[in-house]
């Protein structure tokens, strides 16, 4: 065989195997490309579609039998309780609050403002790399109650675009902004943006008047009780020092702190 002809048949072998290794790495990229795809609900009217979901894809909401429209409580004969967490705020009050949630095995339940996800988009996915659950807290934070019709429906569906857009899904609930219970016009208006329920809560820790750690704890362990859902802020620090003692206070207590998912179904 001449020089010329030897070195076309080692073209051609190199040509094949890199084409054989190119050919494998697909095989094996294409089922985790499978894995993170998830179903959602159609968006809401006036938002855009969503694209392909991301790795770290939120719960979807769900609607929960035998549970009401407003849910504040779990069930009361059960071990566990819902911390969920107001999501807004300092991200490293934020990312500190976390951290200390996971190195006592609890799970907590974020409700996100949306403007604090445009300017922190990171922090969808750390709430969910770390196993909590994401939900809406409308767009603005403003007293959605008392809001018209249009304005009201644009902070729940223009929140819940924000979600689909970063984590696949409109989060697993919503929670009105500024109140505590939604009005009928607001539980109509979540419905009709694909939440099934709104989140209330029984125990209000009043963190956000910022009492300090102490106050914060003692408050949250004085009310709560199996299937509690207790109502704290992120973004404050007496939060983040409060929580180490609460989970402990629970632990004592034979409870244990799951997500709102978790706690009604």
């Keep these: 065989m001449t020089f010329l002809a030897r070195r076309s048949v080692l073209r051609a072998a190199t040509a094949a195997a890199a084409a054989g290794a190119f050919a494998s790495g697909c095989a094996r990229a294409r089922p985790d490309a499978t894995a993170v795809r998830v179903s959602t609900p159609p968006h809401p009217a006036g938002t855009s579609a969503p694209g392909p979901a991301p790795a770290h894809a939120a719960r979807p909401p769900t609607r929960v039998p035998g549970q009401p429209v407003q849910i504040a409580h779990g069930p009361r004969d059960g071990r566990a309780v819902a911390l969920t967490f107001h999501g807004r705020g300092d991200p490293k009050l934020a990312t500190a609050l976390l951290g200390e949630a996971e190195r006592a095995g609890a799970r907590v339940t974020v409700l996100a403002v949306g403007d604090w996800l445009d300017e922190q988009p990171a922090m969808a996915r750390r709430i969910l790399d770390g196993g909590h659950e994401l939900g809406n ?65 029984d125990v209000d820790s009043l963190d956000s008047d910022d009492p300090g750690a102490a106050a914060v704890r003692r408050t949250v362990l004085e009310r709560v009780g199996p299937g509690s ?25 034979g409870l244990r ?6 706690l009604v179904t």
Excluded: K
Excluded at 240 to 253: E, M, N, Q, T, Y
Excluded at 257 to 262: D, G, K, R, S
């Design 257 to 262: 702190a799951v997500t709102t998912t978790e």
């Design 229 to 253: 859902v207790v109502s704290l802020h992120l973004g404050h620090a007496g939060t983040v020092a409060a929580l180490p003692p609460i989970l402990d206070g629970l632990s004592r207590r």
């Design 137 to 201: 807290h409308t767009m603005h934070h403003r007293n959605i109650c008392a809001l018209p019709e249009d304005a009201a429906y644009a902070e729940i569906s223009r929140c819940a675009d924000r979600l689909r857009r970063l984590t696949g899904s409109i989060g697993s609930w919503f929670r009105p902004s500024q109140a505590r219970r939604a009005t009928d016009l607001v539980t109509r208006l979540a419905r009709q943006a694909g939440y099934p329920h709104v989140l209330s809560y």
